[in-house]
Structure formats: structure tokens, C-alpha cells
């Protein structure tokens, strides 16, 4: 003889509001990674929202953890500031910048972009990060892009001098989490 039995359970609002709340929280970032042709450079980028941290290793190591604020976005256009601390792990020195970005939508799939920031302290030292390039989507959260970069770091304190140089073309992959 077989016998089957059955079980209910009742499941309170509360307990299912907050199962559900679980459920739903998601941490949104994405991974950017770039070769540089000159100094055979790697970058890694990190960014979840409208921070990212950077880590450039060009033989030495550039830091940057920056700040991302929307001014305005239209139909794949915008147009950010941004605020960021630079730091080489030689002497660890540490300058601030500001920064504008621009990007533009040239065709469905295709995006244009250009970025500056910048902060200098007089004869003391500046941090220069200038770059400009493409990006593809062929899938929703993947990209691939290609540029050119100018990144100029100095700093002097006492008799010391920390600098960061890097200049050239460089390629990329991003993939959206």
C-alpha cells in the first residue's frame, strides 16, 4: 500500500517581501582590460556605477580611482565631469584631477568618446590623463575599443621627482556583470 502525504505552509507578507528584496539585489560593474603598444603597458579597469579604479603597470604602477557625475545623456550622447586620485607606487606620490568626458553615438553599435583631466600644482608638479578612441558593441554586455592615450604624471618633493609616462595606441575588451 502506498501512501502520500501532503504539507502546507503559510508564508507571511513580510517574510516574502524581504525574500524577494533578496532576490532583486544586484551588483552591477564591469571589467575593462587594455594593451598598450608602446612600453608593452596593461591596464585594468574596475567600475561599479560612477566609480572605477584604475591600475596601469608600465614597468612602474599608475593608481587611479575616479568619480563619474552625468551632466547629461541623449539618445547614446552625454557628457560627464569627473574628480580622481592619481598615485605611482615609486615614492607613492599622489595628485588630484578633474576631468570632463564626452561621448557620441555615431551608429547603432558604435561609440565615439574623448576624455581629459587634469591638475597641476605649479613648478611643484601636474597630472595629465588625455584620451580619445572608439568602442564597439557587438553584444549587449560586451565591447571592444580602440585608441590613443597620453598620461603624464610628475611630482617633485624635496629632491625626489616621481613620474608616470605613457603615450601610444592601445586596445581593449569590456564585458558588463
Keep these: 500500500m502506498l501512501t502520500n ?5 503559510e508564508v507571511s507578507p513580510e517574510v516574502d517581501e524581504g525574500i524577494s528584496k533578496i532576490k532583486q539585489t544586484t551588483f552591477d560593474f564591469n571589467v575593462e582590460t587594455r594593451l598598450f603598444k608602446d612600453k608593452k603597458a596593461k591596464e585594468f579597469i574596475f567600475k561599479h ?14 593608481f587611479k580611482v575616479k568619480a563619474d557625475r552625468e551632466i547629461f545623456s541623449l539618445m ?11 598615485a605611482v607606487d615609486k615614492k607613492f606620490a599622489v595628485l588630484p584631477s578633474v576631468g570632463i568626458n564626452f561621448y557620441m553615438r555615431i551608429r547603432p553599435r558604435l ?3 574623448f576624455q581629459f583631466s587634469g591638475m597641476t600644482i605649479g613648478n611643484r608638479g601636474h597630472f595629465s590623463d588625455f584620451e580619445t578612441g572608439l568602442k564597439y558593441f557587438p553584444q549587449k554586455n560586451f565591447s571592444i575599443s580602440a585608441g590613443w592615450r597620453r598620461l603624464d604624471f610628475k611630482l617633485r618633493r624635496g629632491g625626489e621627482v616621481s613620474d608616470f609616462d605613457l603615450n601610444g595606441m592601445f586596445a581593449g575588451v569590456r564585458y558588463d556583470f
Design 5 to 9: 502525504t501532503a504539507a502546507a505552509q
Design 49 to 62: 556605477k560612477n566609480i572605477s579604479a584604475d591600475w596601469i603597470h608600465a614597468g612602474d604602477n599608475l
Design 76 to 86: 547614446g550622447t552625454g557628457l560627464e565631469w569627473n574628480v580622481a586620485l592619481n
Design 111 to 113: 561609440d565615439i568618446y
